[in-house]
């Protein structure tokens, strides 16, 4: 079975600081990976995915994660954060070819201050 | 579209009451799927369907039943309603069959807030 930890509950930042969510996963098998985020009493909207090719994806909103097979991480990062990215992000895995579970962290609560 | 909708957003039940949510899309996606999320756990799966008339268990499938008649719905069903069942539940779908695997995006509904007192 695969498993996915966020090594940080909560990163306060400072509006245009950089920042950095940290995801590790476990798996015996290839996986996908996932970035979902969730603003304030709403679903988990999709943020980025990695299947294949490039190791480094980004989205439409300025953020990018890079997948590291060696050290089996998909860190997200925004080189200047808004206040408007204030919401809780999860990574998640699937295994390739076989399912539909996705598998997901606990989730990072991403604080950006004035 | 309306994507997914869930309903109802907030319910306090007793223990041992029984109560359905409700989920639907209007997207005609094959996959559907039912999460609970705790605080500090991220989502953990319970239920999902492959399509109409098939469904099978998750991580946590204890505690809730399922039913797929339609592609639109899929309800997700308390018999009896425990305090280790307070979460907010969320259903999610995605399009794609079984030829093109796993990649396709899941879309989420808003969640249900369930407190069972």
């Known amino acids: 079975a695969q498993s996915v930890t966020q090594l940080d509950s909560q990163v306060p930042v400072f509006e245009e600081a950089p920042v950095e969510l940290r995801c590790n996963y476990s798996s015996s098998v290839s996986v996908y990976l996932f970035w979902y985020v969730q603003y304030p009493n709403q679903g988990l909207q999709l943020l980025l995915k990695y299947l294949s090719g490039s190791t480094l994806v980004e989205s439409i909103n300025g953020f990018e994660a890079e997948f590291n097979k060696s050290q089996t991480s998909f860190h997200l990062r925004k080189p200047s954060v808004h206040i408007s990215d204030t919401a809780e992000y999860f990574c998640a895995v699937t295994k390739v070819n076989a399912g539909n579970m996705l598998t997901f962290g606990g989730g990072t609560r991403l604080m950006v201050k004035p | 579209n309306a994507g997914v909708t869930q309903t109802p957003k907030f319910r306090i039940l007793k223990i041992g009451q029984s109560m359905t949510l409700q989920c639907a899309q209007d997207?005609?996606?094959?996959?559907m799927y039912w999460y609970r999320q705790d605080p500090g756990m991220g989502l953990k799966l319970i239920y999902y369907?492959?399509?109409?008339?098939?469904?099978d268990k998750g991580e946590v499938p204890n505690g809730y039943n399922v039913s797929r008649s339609t592609t639109e719905d899929f309800p997700l069903r308390l018999e009896l309603a425990a305090p280790s069942q307070t979460s907010v539940y969320f259903c999610?779908?995605?399009?794609?069959?079984?030829?093109?695997?796993?990649?396709?995006?899941?879309?989420f509904g808003p969640g249900t807030r369930l407190t069972v007192l």
């Open positions: 369907s492959v399509g109409a008339g098939i469904t």
């Open positions: 999610a779908s995605r399009p794609g069959g079984r030829r093109i695997g796993n990649t396709d995006t899941q879309y």
């Open positions: 997207m005609n996606h094959n996959y």
